[in-house]
Structures are given as structure tokens and as C-alpha cells.
């Protein structure tokens, strides 16, 4: 989603939003890979607007859609690296930075 500060309308129940808000900043202590989405949706708690709102939402049921989701580490397998990089050039409709994300494997561990 490519969220901008004057989008539609306001959202009228904006300590709602900073509830929400507020409880997802406290989970990426536990879910440390929501912290860029959680920190761009922060960005308007000023003013929220609709599309802000909406963003909240789908990170939401997200969340509950993947409550029984993990990570399983398989003994005895292969040791082999593999890296994989993802890029996206000036995304952010406000100050158009870019950003990026790696993640690289040894076996099936992930290690950074």
C-alpha cells in the first residue's frame, strides 16, 4: 500500500486508532518482522486517515491469520547457504526512500 499524509478523509475515533496502534508497537517486541510495517502505519498517528486505518486492518488479520504459523529448523539436512534480497526504489509516496530486506540461510537455519 503507498500511504500519503493528505489522503481522504479523517478517521473520527482517533484514540481507537492509538490503541491499536499502540498494542502493535508492543507486539514486535514478540514479531520482530512487523516492525517496518507497524513503524510506517505509526508515521500517521497525528491524523489518521482512511487508508491509514485500512493499513492497521490488514495488518490485523494478518496477525490472526497467521496465529499457528512458525518456523521449523529440520535436523540432518544438507548444510548449504542461500541468500535472497528483496528491493523496492522509492516506494514511499511521502519522501520517496527506498528500502530493502535480506535474509540468508545456512541449512535450515536462518542466521540473519
Known sequence: ??????????????????????????????????????????QFMQKPRKPHFDAMKFILKYIIHTLQCGIFYEANIYLQVHG?????????VSDKRSFSGFMFSFGSVVVS
Open 1 to 42: 500500500m503507498k500511504l500519503s499524509v493528505d489522503e481522504r478523509d479523517l478517521v473520527h475515533d482517533t484514540t481507537m486508532y492509538m490503541r491499536i496502534m499502540g498494542s502493535l508497537i508492543h507486539l514486535t517486541i514478540t514479531r520482530p518482522y512487523l516492525s517496518y510495517v507497524v513503524g510506517v502505519v505509526s
Open 84 to 92: 535472497y534480497i528483496d528491493v523496492d526504489w522509492a516506494c514511499n
